[in-house]
């Protein structure tokens, strides 16, 4: 295993476990102590984990949230896999909204190449990545938040309140059991409201981590979404408020389970 793909392992085992220990990531990774500790102090200076007596931590506690670069390293093969998912949605003739996030950035990185659509987002990482298909990329404007990369603030919210959409891919922090839509930030949860209300078509894009998680602000709901491409079946109340909201749901399971 080369050591960066170690080191992106290493944060979603002690995301996923809330927490290792040197000894159990060294016995599951079959690397020496030495290693990891080394590991972890590089992925500490990068703010991916947080160093704890004999192991390391998640980052994340509720209310705080994530940059960007700490959910790039997550997920990734199930990010990949609802990428691969949800690109099919993309048809010719549409005016196509991306939302930002290190999910929506799968799809971009999918997007057909022979199929004429136009994109838009209130991401210039995404923008940057759909540019190498289309001729032209909306971009929203307004302030860039650097801690996610989104821009937002009262220029983007202008640009939305003037453009409509035919398909929204749209990314949430948390779904919770009675359906609720949430993120962290306040200005992004505008942003995000706006999007829904633009759309004629809303496709919901997130991994199993966020199924009954709740985030500060809520933006929107189930009934909301159209489709939710996702990496395993919802259980429990999630799936419930998917079946009450009568959201399809696509389910891609990526390669390594």
Do not use: W
Not at 29 to 52: N, W, Y
Request: charged share 30%; proline share 4%; net charge negative.
């Amino acid at each position: 295993m080369l050591p960066e793909q170690r080191k992106r392992t290493i944060v979603e085992l002690v995301s996923d476990r809330d927490g290792c220990s040197v000894e159990e990531l060294s016995a599951e990774l079959d690397v020496s102590k030495a290693t990891i500790r080394r590991d972890l102090d590089d992925l500490e200076e990068e703010r991916l984990v947080e160093r704890s007596h004999g192991g390391a931590v998640p980052v994340t506690a509720v209310g705080r949230e994530e940059t960007y670069v700490q959910k790039e390293v997550q997920n990734l093969e199930a990010k990949a896999a609802i990428g691969e998912r949800a690109a099919t949605e993309i048809h010719d003739g549409q005016v196509v909204f991306f939302d930002s996030g290190t999910t929506t950035m799968q799809i971009a990185k999918r997007s057909p190449a022979d199929t004429a659509f136009i994109p838009v987002t209130n991401s210039p990482l995404l923008a940057l990545e759909l540019g190498k298909n289309a001729d032209d990329v909306k971009l929203t404007g307004g302030t860039l938040r650097h801690r996610t990369r989104a821009l937002v603030g009262p220029s983007a919210e202008a640009f939305m309140d003037r453009t409509n959409f035919d398909l929204l891919f749209l990314g949430t922090n948390g779904i919770t059991g009675d359906g609720s839509l949430t993120t962290p930030n306040e200005d992004e949860a505008r942003m995000k409201e706006l999007m829904v209300e633009r759309a004629e078509r809303v496709v919901l894009v997130t991994d199993e981590t966020k199924f009954g998680e709740r985030s500060f602000v809520e933006f929107a709901t189930l009934s909301d979404v159209d489709v939710l491409v996702t990496d395993a079946e919802p259980t429990g109340e999630v799936a419930e408020a998917c079946t009450a909201a009568d959201v399809t749901v696509g389910v891609e399971v990526p390669d390594d389970r």
